[in-house]
C-alpha cells in the first residue's frame, strides 16, 4: 500500500472519460482515499470487453510509457429499455503527446459507408444497431482506415445528468434558435442538464445541419471539462460516479487512464477540429451524407501522420 506521503505527490489527477458526450471527464483537486478507491471501483463497473486487446490495424499494442500516440472513439448512443439504439454521435480522438495536440473528428452519422460484419452500405450510425460496440469501431476504423485503441460510450439521456452533476456549464452560442420549448439566444448561456440536452441534439433548424449540432455537442464536451477539473467537492464527485457507473461504458482501466494523464495530459492544450466534407444525396427514398473518396484518403492520411502511422491510406 502507498505511503500517505506518495499519496500527497498524487493530489492532482487527470480522469478521462465520456460523457456526451459521452466524453472526455477531466477532474483535479485534493481527494480523499475514499475517493481514490470509489474512482477505482467505478471504472471496474464500467468495463465493456470487445474481445480484442489491440487494433487489427496496429501491429503491436500502444505503449504509454514510450508515449505512443492513441486514438479514442466517443460513441453517445441513443438506448431505451429493450432497444440497442444507434450511436447518435461518433467522434474519434487523436492524441499525439510529443506533438502535444489532440484532433478530433466528428462522423455525420448520415455518412454511407460499408457496415463490417454486415457487407452491406448504410449509414454509419446503423453499424451500433447491428452489431453493438464491435461492429461500431470496426466500421468506423474501415472507414477512416485507422486503428481506434480505446472507447468511451455514453447513453445520450445522461447527458443531462452529467452536466448537472458538474453544476451545469457556459458556452457561447452563434446561433439564436427555439428546441423543445427552450430558447437558446446568441451569446454566453448558461444550461442546466436538460437544456444542456436540448441545446446539443438540434439540427434541422441550423443552416449548418449535422456539423451545427456536432459543433454544440463538442461545446458541451469541452465545457464538462473544464467545470470537471475546478471540482473540489466530494458531495459533487460522488454524484459524478453515479452518473458514469448507470450510464458509460469503457474499455479505459484505470490505470490505463492514471497513464494517459502521467504522460499525454499536454495534448489538450493544443485541440484541433476535422469536418468531414460532403454532400447529402437520396438512394432509394433514404437520404444520406456521401463522403467523397478524396476527402477520406485526404483525412485518413492526415490522421495516420497524427497518430505516428507511416502507411498511408489507398484509395478503395
Avoid at 72 to 95: C, F, H, N, P, Q
Avoid at 248 to 258: A, H, P, R, Y
Avoid at 305 to 311: I, V
Wanted: hydrophobic share 35%; aromatic share 10%; net charge positive.
Amino acid at each position: 500500500m502507498r505511503s500517505d506521503r506518495q499519496r500527497k505527490k498524487r493530489k492532482k489527477w487527470l480522469w478521462i472519460l465520456l460523457s456526451v458526450i459521452g466524453v472526455f471527464i477531466i477532474a483535479s483537486g485534493s481527494y480523499a482515499f475514499y475517493i481514490w478507491n470509489k474512482a477505482q471501483s467505478t471504472i471496474a463497473n464500467i468495463q465493456e470487453n470487445i474481445g480484442r486487446d489491440k487494433s487489427d490495424k496496429r501491429d503491436q499494442k500502444v505503449n504509454f510509457k514510450n508515449r505512443d500516440p492513441i486514438s479514442i472513439l466517443l460513441m453517445g448512443v441513443d438506448e431505451r429499455k429493450g432497444d440497442r439504439g444507434r450511436s447518435d454521435s461518433l467522434i474519434l480522438i487523436t492524441v499525439n503527446p510529443n506533438e502535444k495536440s489532440m484532433e478530433m473528428v466528428s462522423i455525420p452519422r448520415d455518412t454511407r459507408t460499408e457496415i463490417v460484419g454486415k457487407g452491406i452500405q448504410d449509414k454509419i450510425n446503423h453499424a451500433y444497431a447491428f452489431g453493438g460496440t464491435e461492429m461500431a469501431i470496426k466500421t468506423v476504423e474501415n472507414f477512416l482506415d485507422v486503428p481506434v485503441d480505446y472507447f468511451v460510450k455514453v447513453n445520450m439521456e445522461s447527458f443531462r445528468d452529467i452536466v448537472d452533476a458538474v453544476g451545469g456549464v457556459t458556452v457561447e452560442n452563434d446561433l439564436d434558435f427555439t428546441y423543445e420549448g427552450y430558447h437558446f439566444k446568441k451569446g454566453t448561456i448558461h444550461l442546466d442538464g436538460k437544456k444542456a440536452l436540448a441545446y446539443s441534439r438540434m439540427r434541422y433548424d441550423d443552416p449548418r445541419g449535422d456539423f451545427g449540432r456536432q459543433e454544440r455537442q463538442r461545446q458541451i464536451i469541452e465545457a464538462v471539462i473544464e467545470k470537471g477539473a475546478s471540482i473540489t467537492s466530494i458531495t459533487k464527485f460522488g454524484e459524478m460516479f453515479k452518473v458514469i457507473e448507470n450510464n458509460v461504458k469503457t474499455n479505459l482501466t484505470f490505470d490505463e487512464m492514471w497513464a494517459i494523464q502521467e504522460n499525454y495530459k499536454d495534448a489538450r492544450k493544443n485541440i484541433i477540429q476535422h469536418q468531414i466534407k460532403g454532400s447529402g444525396k437520396k438512394i432509394n427514398g433514404i437520404y444520406y451524407y456521401i463522403v467523397p473518396e478524396d476527402e477520406r484518403l485526404s483525412l485518413s492520411n492526415e490522421l495516420k501522420k497524427h497518430l505516428g502511422l507511416n502507411k498511408e491510406t489507398a484509395e478503395k
